[in-house]
């Protein structure tokens, strides 16, 4: 029995009960581990309750070849685990994978996209680089159901796109940590973390937790846990908006980066780019050019109303790609930021988590690491 | 089956899936479809489960209906015109053609 207001002890203690931390927490207790998640009230900023839902391969990894490996793993992993939340949770997360597109207007675009594209292949993607470039015929015989905008003059296409419904995915991993034996502690906000003998404390607005070993996945929550314990990962927020219609009959056989239309019927309209600081209001004029690009793309998007909008805030690092480390200074305190989130729960889940857990690190992890934002370049 | 409390006022001829019932000039389509018995006038996009106006006054969205070719209107919201087309929607509206 622990003394009275003893702190309650734990193998693992996980900062953060968004997309990054249940799914590395639930490998931890595959593994036979007892993990505790700490996490805020419901007012706070929230990623995995504010994104599109997409697991996207296209256009990952610019700059970091074992970006796009570890986006390929995780959306291979994707369907077990989807597969695997049903089985226990009865939640559907409604994962596809029908490949997903990127429509391109006008030369420029196209021109800007076979660049870019190009330097990721040619970085390492390989020849085995699961993307392709279509024209305007290709697109339109994917996509019977839907009139092209005349500017479209074809897309970026993989076979690895695909997407879930983002709130059953949260949902389905929260459900299966509760019932495979983790301990869930909302209004656990952590103030601060300290080493106390061979484990870390955590204090937090209700009451302290010890483990060994922590995990920072706390989305924004990263930017002032992680300097004082040797993770000073230079995140920052950037804006997105979202718009949804109402309900329609099944048009979009797959997602088309910034338009997909779920299960139900609904198609939501993305995705803008600001940068406003921790300001997660809505902008209507970011609205307007993200309702103007859906007609031009799609003229028949017009007829739809919109019926719900919202503004959600990216966890961002200067390279746009992620970090998984332990600190130096901290052993056994680990930080995880990454946009992205949704598409890498698989990889979090199946892969993250035995690092955690003691295994060696997976080899995409040594391009993942703090010092690259601070070391001078050579 | 509903009943208009007051029948005073003046009438128009709407069209409710292509039979012409009388309405009362000034009450909204949602209340002239209850007065013609027209029953349920839609089935939900997820499940197909049938659904009738509730609340009438704009907050519930039961009562979406095709209201001179355009779906999805709310039908407690739009009030009667001479010679409007109503149509009960079945599932999710279409999205249509180019607009
Ligand atoms: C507009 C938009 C669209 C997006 N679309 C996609 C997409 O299509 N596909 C995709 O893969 N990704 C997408 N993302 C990104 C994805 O949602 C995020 O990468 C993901 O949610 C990050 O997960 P996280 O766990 O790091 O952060 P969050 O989901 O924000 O979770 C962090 C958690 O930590 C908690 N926390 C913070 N500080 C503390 C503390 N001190 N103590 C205790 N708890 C704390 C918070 O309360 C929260 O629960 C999108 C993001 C945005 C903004
Ligand atoms: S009946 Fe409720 S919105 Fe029309």
Not at chain 1, 53 to 81: H, N
Not at chain 1, 128 to 137: A, G, L, T
Not at chain 1, 225 to 250: C, F, K, N, S, W
Not at chain 1, 325 to 338: N, T
Request: hydrophobic share 40%; proline share 7%.
């Amino acid at each position: 029995m622990p003394a009275p207001g003893a702190p309650r002890t734990f193998d693992v203690a996980v900062i953060g009960g968004g997309m990054i931390g249940p799914a590395v927490s639930l490998g931890l207790l595959e593994r036979g581990l007892r993990v505790c998640i700490l996490d805020e009230g419901d007012d706070v900023l929230r990623v995995a309750r504010g994104n599109f839902g997409l697991i996207w391969f296209q256009g990952k990894g610019f700059g970091m070849p074992r970006y796009v490996e570890w986006t390929r793993r995780s959306a291979m992993l994707y369907a077990d685990f989807a597969a695997e939340l049903k089985d226990s949770t009865g939640v559907d997360i409604g994962h596809a994978r029908p490949g997903g597109l990127e429509l391109l207007l006008g030369e420029d675009e196209l021109a800007h996209r076979q660049h870019y594209l190009g330097q990721i292949y040619q970085q390492g993607g390989g020849a085995n680089y699961e993307v392709e470039f279509i024209d305007r015929k290709q697109v339109a015989d994917m996509l019977p159901n839907v009139t092209l905008g005349e500017d479209v003059i074809g897309a970026s296409y993989s076979p690895l796109d695909g997407h879930v419904n983002p709130l059953f995915l949260l949902r389905a991993m929260h459900t299966r940590f509760q019932q495979a034996g983790g301990t869930y502690l909302p209004h656990h906000r952590v103030s601060g973390v300290r080493k106390d003998g061979d484990a870390y404390t955590l204090d937090t607005e209700g009451g302290s937790v010890s483990a060994p070993k922590v995990v920072i996945a706390a989305g924004h929550g990263l930017k002032t846990l992680g300097p004082p314990l040797g993770l000073d990962i230079p995140i920052r927020p950037q804006r997105g908006h979202i718009m949804v219609t109402e309900r329609a009959q099944p048009m979009l056989p797959m997602p088309i980066s910034a338009f997909r239309q779920t299960v139900e019927g609904s198609i939501m309209l993305g995705v803008s780019a600001e940068e406003a600081g921790y300001d997660d209001t809505i902008d209507t004029a970011t609205l307007h050019t993200i309702a103007a690009r859906a007609k031009r793309t799609m003229p028949q998007l017009g007829n739809l109303n919109i019926v719900r909008t919202w503004a959600a805030l990216r966890v961002l690092t200067p390279d746009k790609c992620p970090v998984y480390a332990e600190s130096d200074s901290h052993p056994g305190i680990f930080g995880i930021a990454s946009h992205s989130g949704v598409t890498l729960a698989a990889a979090n889940a199946k892969v993250t988590a035995g690092w955690i857990a003691g295994d060696p690190p997976p080899p995409e992890f040594e391009a993942f690491t703090v010092e690259r934002f601070h070391d001078a370049p050579a | 089956m509903m009943h208009r409390r007051n029948t005073a006022g003046e009438r128009v001829t709407i069209n409710i899936d292509g039979k012409n019932v009388e309405a009362v000039v000034g009450e909204s389509v949602a209340a002239a479809v209850l007065a013609a018995g027209a029953g349920a006038t839609r089935t939900t996009p997820v499940s197909g489960a049938p659904r009738a106006p509730y609340c009438m006054m704009g907050v519930c969205f039961e009562c979406l209906m095709d209201i001179d070719g355009i779906p999805n209107r709310q039908a407690c919201m739009v009030s009667v015109t001479p010679g409007m087309k109503i149509k009960r929607q079945a599932g999710a509206r279409t999205v249509g053609g180019a607009s």
